[in-house]
Every structure is written in structure tokens, then in C-alpha cells.
């Protein structure tokens, strides 16, 4: 069964940082895509970022380049989501979301529970 | 970037009603479309990709039509589970958008 568990969300400042943690199980993850999705609370879903499967290519949304970074560790299954120099407006739930494995633009087949985000001092 | 818009915002329908849903393009993006359920407090759930692909295990009361910029998600007779919040998706182009979604609610 596919699983994937994001964990690092919480309470951070404005100008903080924080690391976002996707733990993945039930398939091969180094095979895939990955992405980042957003939801702010009551609005709808944002893609944020997206990783080749050796971690190669990257991709943001234009309103967190040069703040947040995407990464992955396939020896651990996992995808990360560093988050920098932190404004209000990134305040949203974070899912974790299995792209394809072959091309980067794909719909997303599997998404974790999310992680919430709360930027506010 | 490609602006997706759909329509209604809100739908009020009944068990057993036909509904559809409408996702408009700003540009072509050609059949590359998904269709996503979302319920309160859980994750989007793929339902149909490249626009008229029904994605394993969903029931086959759903369908997507379309190409280009115009797009439809119809539910052919709504289910008491089918009450939800539904979006659709453009992946032909960076950065992947999301319309502002659908709301199904009991009429």
C-alpha cells in the first residue's frame, strides 16, 4: 500500500524557517516525480515545487523561488521541503504528493495526510 | 500562467441527480487535465487524468469530457459519499494550477 506521512509543520515567525519531512512507503520511490502541494486554510490547492526522481531537476511556483528548496534521499524514501525567510501568506496545510515516473508535468496519484504551516507571531 | 476557472463555484443537488462541473482553460492545454475530490480535513483524491481517464477504483458514475480549454466532470447519478469539493488540475505547462474548485453540497 502507498504511504506517504509528512511530519515538521508547526508555529514559526515571520522570517523563520522550517523542514518539511515526506516519508514514503509501498512503492518505489525513486522511480517517481514529487511534489509539494499547498492549501491555505479555506482556499484552494497550490503546487509549490516538484523533484526529478535523482533529484537533477527541481521546479518552483514563482512565489517561493530563492525561499524554499526541494529535496529527496531515496536511500531513505524521503522527500524534504526546506522553508526559508517565512511570510504569512505561506501559512497552509503541506501535502506530499507522487507525480509520475516518467515525465514531470503529471497528475498527482498519491497524497500524504498534509502538515500544517502557521506563520504569525 | 495558465489561469483555470471553474463553474459553479457551488452546486446544490439531490441523491440521484446528474451533475456537471465545468473547468475553463486560459489557454489550450491540449487533454492534459486532471479532476480531484477533496472532503473536509482529508487529501485531493485523483479521480480522472488526461481528461477523460478514469483513475483505478473510482466508480464509473464519474466522467471527464473535453480538449483544449473547455472541460467537464459529470457524476451520473450523485451518491451520498459524492458530497465534497471538487478541482481541477492543468498539467501541460509550469507551474501545474488548480481551478478554485467546486463545492457539492446537499440540496
Known amino acids: 500500500e502507498v504511504q506517504l506521512v509528512e511530519s515538521g509543520g508547526g508555529l514559526v515567525q515571520p522570517g523563520g524557517s522550517l523542514r518539511l519531512s515526506c516519508a514514503a512507503s509501498g512503492f518505489t520511490f525513486s522511480s517517481y516525480w514529487m511534489s509539494w502541494v499547498r492549501q491555505a486554510p479555506g482556499k484552494g490547492l497550490e503546487w509549490v515545487a516538484n523533484i526529478k526522481q535523482d533529484g537533477s531537476e527541481k521546479y518552483y511556483v514563482d512565489s517561493v523561488k530563492g525561499r524554499f528548496t526541494i529535496s529527496r534521499d531515496n536511500a531513505k524514501n524521503s522527500l524534504y521541503l526546506q522553508m526559508n525567510s517565512l511570510r504569512a501568506e505561506d501559512t497552509a496545510v503541506y501535502y506530499c504528493?507522487?507525480?509520475?515516473?516518467?515525465?514531470?508535468?503529471?497528475?498527482?496519484?498519491?497524497w500524504g495526510q498534509g502538515t500544517l504551516v502557521t506563520v504569525s507571531s | 500562467d495558465i489561469q483555470m476557472t471553474q463553474s459553479p463555484s457551488t452546486l446544490s443537488a439531490s441523491v440521484g441527480d446528474r451533475v456537471t462541473i465545468t473547468c475553463r482553460a486560459s489557454?489550450?492545454?491540449?487533454?492534459?487535465l486532471a479532476w480531484y475530490q477533496q472532503k473536509p480535513g482529508k487529501a485531493p483524491k485523483l479521480l480522472i487524468y488526461?481528461?477523460?481517464s478514469l483513475e483505478s477504483g473510482v466508480p464509473s458514475r464519474f466522467s471527464g469530457s473535453g480538449s483544449g480549454t473547455e472541460f467537464t466532470l459529470t457524476i451520473s447519478s450523485l451518491q451520498p459519499d459524492d458530497f465534497a469539493t471538487y478541482y481541477c488540475?492543468?498539467?501541460?505547462?509550469?507551474?501545474?494550477?488548480f481551478g478554485q474548485g467546486t463545492k457539492v453540497e446537499i440540496k
Open positions: 504528493a507522487r507525480g509520475d515516473d516518467y515525465g514531470d508535468l503529471s497528475p498527482f496519484d498519491y
Open positions: 489557454q489550450s492545454i491540449s487533454s492534459w
Open positions: 488540475q492543468q498539467y501541460n505547462s509550469y507551474p501545474d494550477t
Open positions: 488526461k481528461a477523460s
